[in-house]
């Protein structure tokens, strides 16, 4: 996670060092700084969480990790871009709390 983030700021921020503020590439690269920032206080308080042993947030850390990768994919094959040390979330399936009730089950509404 850390390797990830470090990496996304290291390129932001050259980013915005390179452009005068009030450009339009300083505003898009301060609009990913702020992304990349919010996702990342996102996905620590995930991984938090699911190490307090709160199972439910698996999918959630999954998701968010998700998002902070899709943020460093147009570096893809820059020499420092390593995908094999931010590999994607795989589900082997999907747990069902639930199931649908059938046309039988479903409570009927009576008029008062």
Same mark, same amino acid.
């Given at each position: 996670m850390d %390797? =990830? $983030?470090t990496f996304l700021l290291r390129r932001i921020g050259h980013l915005l060092a390179v452009h005068p503020p009030r450009t339009e590439e300083h505003r898009a690269a301060d609009a990913l700084h702020r992304a990349v920032k919010i996702t990342w206080? @996102?996905?620590e308080d995930c991984y938090d969480f699911l190490h307090r042993g709160e199972e439910?947030?698996?999918?959630? =850390?999954? @998701? +968010? #990790?998700? /998002?902070?990768r899709l943020f460093s994919r147009s570096w893809n094959g820059t020499p420092d871009y390593d995908e094999? =040390? #931010?590999?994607?979330i795989r589900y082997a $399936? &999907? &747990?069902? +709390? %639930? +199931?649908p009730m059938d046309h @039988? @089950? /479903?409570p009927r509404h009576t008029s008062p």
């Amino acid at each position: 996670m850390d %390797a =990830l $983030h470090t990496f996304l700021l290291r390129r932001i921020g050259h980013l915005l060092a390179v452009h005068p503020p009030r450009t339009e590439e300083h505003r898009a690269a301060d609009a990913l700084h702020r992304a990349v920032k919010i996702t990342w206080g @996102e996905l620590e308080d995930c991984y938090d969480f699911l190490h307090r042993g709160e199972e439910d947030m698996e999918v959630e =850390l999954g @998701e +968010t #990790w998700d /998002r902070l990768r899709l943020f460093s994919r147009s570096w893809n094959g820059t020499p420092d871009y390593d995908e094999s =040390l #931010w590999p994607p979330i795989r589900y082997a $399936h &999907l &747990l069902f +709390t %639930a +199931t649908p009730m059938d046309h @039988e @089950e /479903r409570p009927r509404h009576t008029s008062p």
